[in-house]
C-alpha cells in the first residue's frame, strides 16, 4: 500500500495513465445477491444433508444463520471497498498536487514575463568624425522612443572599411587602438552621422567608394548619403546655386559670377583682374589663389596643368567682413568675420568673430540652399559682403561643416537631437516632436530681424539706396565687432547714450540689431558719429592688445 502511495504520488506517473482508468477503479462494486447469482446444482448437492428429508427443519435452520451468512458473504467486498476508496484518495491528491503544481507554474511564467520586458537590440549609430569630439557623452542615456538604446561608433573615414549586400546589407570593420596595436572589429550600423569630407585631391584622402558602399548597403544618414556625393565636387554645388540664382533673381540670391575651364587649355585668360582661381575640389581655404594680372593668370594656368585638374575663376571682392548663415534643422545662426591681420581670405590669420541677427534674407538663402539633393538637414552659406555694400554668395557647406562661435556645444546638442529624431522617423516609423532648444532658439532670431531690415535691404536696392545706406552698414558692422572685445560699457555721448548704457544687459545680437536701429534712425550730425565710432574703436583696440 505504501508502495502504492509513493507511486502515485507521483505526477508525472498520474499524468501518464489512460483517460478514464481512474474512475474505473473508483467505481463501487454491487452487493452480492442470491437472485443475481443463484447456486449452481453441484453447489445446492453439496449443501444439502444425507439422511432423510426434513424440509421444514432445514429451512428453519437455514433461516436462522441468514444474517450471520450474509454478513460473513459482504465482508470480503467491504474490505476490497476499502481498499479501493484509500487508492482512489490518493489518485485524488495525486490529481490535485500535478493540478496545483501547473497552475503556479502558469502564474509564475505569466509573472515572469510581465516582471521582465523584453530585452531589445540597441541600435548602432556610426558617427564618422575625428576624435576631437567624442559624440557618445552627447546620446549617452538617450533612447529611441524610450525603447532602444543607441551604440555609438565613432572613426574616421580612414579608420574604416566595409563590404556591403543586397540581402545582408553593410558590414563595418574598424580598426580599433588596444593596447598599443590596432583591433578590427566588425559591426552592421543602422544610422550614420558624416561630419567629415568625403573626398579631398589630397592624395589617399578620397573616400567616395565608402560613400557608396553605405549607400549600397541602405544605411539611412545625416546629411543624405545622395548629398554627401554630390558635394565631392564644388563646381557641381555651384552649378546648382546658379538654377536658384535664375529662380530668384539676382536681389534675393546674389550669387557671385564664377567661370568654369574643364581643363587648363581653355584657360586663355580672364575678363577683370584682379581674380581668384580656384583649383579642383578645394575646401578650408586651400587650392585658392588671388592673381592680380595676366601673366601670374598663365602662370596659374600651367599650375593646372600639372594638376590635370578642373579649375574655376570668380571676380575678386574687397571684403568688409564675411557672412556665415548655418542651419541645424530648425535652427538658425547667422555670424560675421573680419579679419584683423588684413589678409584677404578671412579664415587666415587673426580675425573677429560675432553672431549676428537673423534676417529674413539670410533665412532665404539657407533655406533655398538647403532643398538641393533632397533636402540637407545640416548646412551653411558663406557670403561676402564687400566695400561697395552688397553681398555675394560664394559657397555652400554640408553637415561636413566646421562649427563656429560661442555656441558650439550647443549645436553639438542640436546635432545630436537632430540624429535622434531622424533615426526614430527612420527606423521605428514614429515622428518625434521638435526638440525645445531648437524651438527655443528660433523664437528670438525670428523676431529680432524686424527691427534691422533696413540694413540688408539698403545693399540690394536701387543705386541711390545702396550708395545712402554704405555709409551706415560700415559704422555698423565696424563697431559691432568691437563690442564682443570689450570688458565693459561703452562711454556714451550725445543722444545715444541711453541705448549704449543698455548694451551689456543684451546679447551680441541685439547689441548689434539696436546698433543698427539706431543708425537707420540717424545721429545728429554724421561728424558726431564718426568720432564717436572712432573712440569705440580706440577703447576697444586698446583693452585688446593691452592684455
Known sequence: MNYLRRRLSDSSFVANLPNGYMMDLQ???????????????ATERRQRPIGPAQPQSQSQSQSQPQPQAQAQAQAPPTASGSFLSSFSSVVKTAQIASAVQAKVAAHGDASASSSKPAVRKPKVLLVIDDAHTEWAKYFRGRKLNGEYEIHVEQAEFSEINLASNVTTGCMVNMQVPRGGTKVVRSFKPD???IRQHAYSMTPGEDFRSLVIGLQYGGVASINSLHSIYNFCSKPWIFSHMINLYHALGPEKFPLNEQTFFPNHTQMLHASTFPVVVKMGHAHAGMGKIKVETSNDFQDITSVVALAKTYATAEPFVDSKY???IQKIGNNYKAYMRTSISGNWKANTGSAMLEQIAMTDRYRLWVDSCAEMFGGL????????????????????????MPLIGEHIEEDKQLIADLVLSRMT??????????????????SPQTTQPRRSQGGPRSASGS?????????????????????AFQPGPIPA??????????????????????????????????????A?????????FASLFSD
Open 27 to 41: 467505481r463501487p462494486s454491487p452487493p452480492p445477491s442470491s437472485t443475481s447469482s443463484p447456486a449452481s446444482p
Open 191 to 193: 544610422f550614420v552621422l
Open 322 to 324: 564675411d557672412i556665415r
Open 377 to 400: 538637414d545640416i548646412c551653411a552659406v558663406k557670403a561676402v559682403h564687400g566695400k561697395d555694400g552688397k553681398d555675394y554668395i560664394i559657397e555652400v557647406m554640408d553637415s561636413s
Open 425 to 442: 522617423f527612420t527606423l521605428l516609423g514614429i515622428t518625434s516632436p521638435q526638440p525645445s532648444s531648437a524651438k527655443t532658439q528660433a
Open 463 to 483: 543705386p541711390s539706396q545702396s550708395g545712402q545706406g554704405s555709409p551706415q552698414r560700415t559704422r555698423s558692422a565696424t563697431t559691432s565687432p568691437s563690442q
Open 493 to 530: 555721448s550725445g543722444s545715444g547714450g541711453a541705448a549704449q548704457k543698455q548694451a551689456p544687459l543684451l546679447n551680441k545680437s541685439q547689441s548689434l540689431t539696436n546698433t543698427f536701429t539706431e543708425t537707420l534712425r540717424g545721429n545728429p550730425t554724421d561728424d558726431e558719429a564718426k
Open 532 to 540: 564717436e565710432t572712432i573712440r569705440s574703436l580706440r577703447q576697444s
